[in-house]
T-cell receptor, first 115, second 114 residues
Framework: DGGITQSPKYLFRKEGQNVTLSCEQNLNHDAMYWYRQDPGQGLRLIYYSQIVNDFQKGDIAEGYSVSREKKESFPLTVTSAQKNPTAFYLC??????????????FGSGTRLTVV | EDQVTQSPEALRLQEGESSSLNCSYTVSGLRGLFWYRQDPGKGPEFLFTLYSAGEEKEKERLKATLTKKESFLHITAPKPEDSATYLCAVQALSFSGGYNKLIFGAGTRLAVHP
């Protein structure tokens, strides 16, 4: 079945450490997105990419970085510059940027905790 | 500023007790409004897209409606398996030619008890 796979499901980060969250899709979608979800808040856009080797900052990109070397993959690195990284991170995709007639397809998320 | 507000934050229902969830929005130009269901520890699952005032969509016990300022998700005779967080999102038109991004509300946590 086609879908989005995020790994790991749970991730623990020490102070000053960079960590990378994986996102892989086999839907042949051009566009991919990273969102952050905190209790009591709506999903907030971190980065998005409409095509391989192209990505743009979203609303809360500070302290995060991404790459898009393959169509299927859009990993997110949470750097030590992100001072409050504890959150639930969601990766999503759509056939092309902004196309959402059938909604974005989301992965099952990675819960990141600072220890 | 584009904004989406969902109410109530949490709703507890008895099985079979129908109710509605509200999503009010303020955007400069609406391209579409979306409803998602999210189970604990999982990603959101797409339910409906609505594009214009007066439009309605149905799926099993759920019906979504849209006006110029808000959307309702009506749940008829809910069952315990309908318990989840329901998210509303609005796609706003980008007049600068950029990406028509989704703006999400904080969600309504629904608990249906037998």
């Amino acid at each position: 079945d086609g879908g989005i796979t995020q790994s790991p499901k749970y991730l623990f980060r020490k102070e000053g450490q960079n960590v990378t969250l994986s996102c892989e899709q086999n839907l042949n979608h051009d566009a991919m997105y990273w969102y952050r979800q905190d209790p009591g808040q709506g999903l907030r856009l971190i980065y998005y990419s409409q095509i391989v080797n192209d990505f743009q900052k979203g609303d809360i990109a500070e302290g995060y970085s991404v790459s898009r070397e393959k169509k299927e993959s859009f990993p997110l690195t949470v750097t030590s510059a992100q001072k409050n990284p504890t959150a639930f991170y969601l990766c999503a995709s759509s056939p092309y940027l902004g196309e959402s007639n059938y909604g974005y397809t989301f992965g099952s998320g990675t819960r990141l905790t600072v220890v | 500023e584009d904004q989406v507000t969902q109410s109530p934050e949490a709703l507890r229902l008895q099985e079979g007790e129908s109710s509605s969830l509200n999503c009010s929005y303020t955007v400069s130009g609406l391209r579409g409004l979306f409803w998602y269901r999210q189970d604990p520890g999982k990603g959101p699952e797409f339910l409906f897209t609505l594009y214009s005032a007066g439009e309605e969509k149905e799926k099993e016990r759920l019906k979504a409606t849209l006006t110029k300022k808000e959307s309702f998700l009506h749940i008829t005779a809910p069952k315990p398996e309908d318990s989840a967080t329901y998210l509303c999102a609005v796609q706003a038109l980008s007049f600068s030619g950029g990406y028509n991004k989704l703006i999400f509300g904080a969600g309504t946590r629904l608990a249906v008890h037998p």
